[in-house]
């Protein structure tokens, strides 16, 4: 194997270690702090993120690879890695500041101590929490989320909607086909994934306020559908870029069922915990599988 070829995987791998708990860590803190009525919103708000990304990731990408070639005499995709690299590391560093602890754990200051302790009341009364769970082992909660039949279900459940999704890794590839040039192709990629994060944000919060999980998840995945039946059936160009706005609004599903996956498991919080991470890592799968 290649030397270069090597290191790529091995910087890829690095990079997969390090990320690997980011998302199902943010989606069990915020669990900790919203009951199962809030949680969609809040879950969007923080998925919104990765679709925006989307949007403006492959452009940014372009501007840096066209642009930066040779300069102080580094390679334009070593400055993709500088550029897009300092930036995460700068958020991460804030959040070590910003981010709060578990309500139960979080040491006054951005709070008062009135305010944490409603905090953890509320969330005492939406689970119906008993505090001698909330001591459970985290083997013990393994174990449980292991044993439950609806997390295996669920992790099928996310791999194929992640399937469903996985067509967004080509998206600029599916814009060039339209025949424009290649500025031209990106920031046609850009307005689909906006409309489907402000879609996402308005349909999770009505999901919130209606309590419904099931046809929140259902119908953006119809909506999926019916845009891939218009881009297999057509070469109009017109057409074929609506397809995509249409494809791309499966994301408000993804939204829905992110949330739907903590309401499921709201006790204990160990179990809870390995459930989010389970589902999150295995149902990976459906990348493997859509690309």
Request: with cysteine; proline share 4%; charged share 10%.
């Amino acid at each position: 194997m290649p030397p270069l070829l090597i290191s790529h995987v091995h910087q890829a791998s690095l990079q997969g270690i390090v990320e690997a708990s980011f998302f199902p860590g943010a989606l069990f803190l915020i669990s900790k702090w919203y009951k199962h009525d809030e949680l969609g919103l809040r879950t969007a708000i923080l998925f919104c993120g990765n679709i925006i990304s989307n949007a403006f990731g492959a452009l940014i990408a372009s501007a840096i690879l066209d642009n930066m070639q040779g300069v102080l005499g580094r390679a334009a995709w070593r400055w993709l890695f500088y550029v897009e690299g300092s930036l995460t590391v700068l958020v991460a560093v804030c959040a070590m500041f910003v981010l709060p602890d578990f309500p139960e754990t979080t040491s006054p200051g951005w709070l008062s101590a009135k305010e944490i302790s409603l905090a953890i009341k509320r969330m005492e009364e939406d689970t119906d929490l008993v505090h001698g769970r909330e001591a459970e082992s985290l083997s013990s909660g393994f174990w449980m989320a292991i044993q439950d039949r609806n997390v295996w279900l669920l992790t099928c459940t996310m791999a194929c909607q992640i399937v469903t999704v996985s067509f967004t890794a080509y998206f600029p590839t599916l814009t060039a086909t339209l025949g424009y040039s290649r500025t031209i192709s990106l920031l046609l990629c850009a307005p689909p994934y906006l409309i489907s994060a402000v879609l996402a944000f308005f349909w999770s919060r009505h999901s919130d306020k209606t309590r419904e999980r099931f046809y929140h998840i259902s119908i953006p995945l119809c909506v999926g559908i019916f845009g891939f039946l218009i881009a297999a059936c057509t070469m109009n160009t017109a057409a074929r870029y609506v397809s995509m706005f249409l494809t791309v609004q499966s994301y408000a599903g993804v939204c829905v069922l992110y949330g739907w996956l903590s309401n499921t498991f709201p006790s204990p919080p160990a179990k809870r915990a390995v459930a989010l991470a389970f589902i999150n890592s295995f149902s990976q799968v459906g990348n493997i599988t859509g690309s």
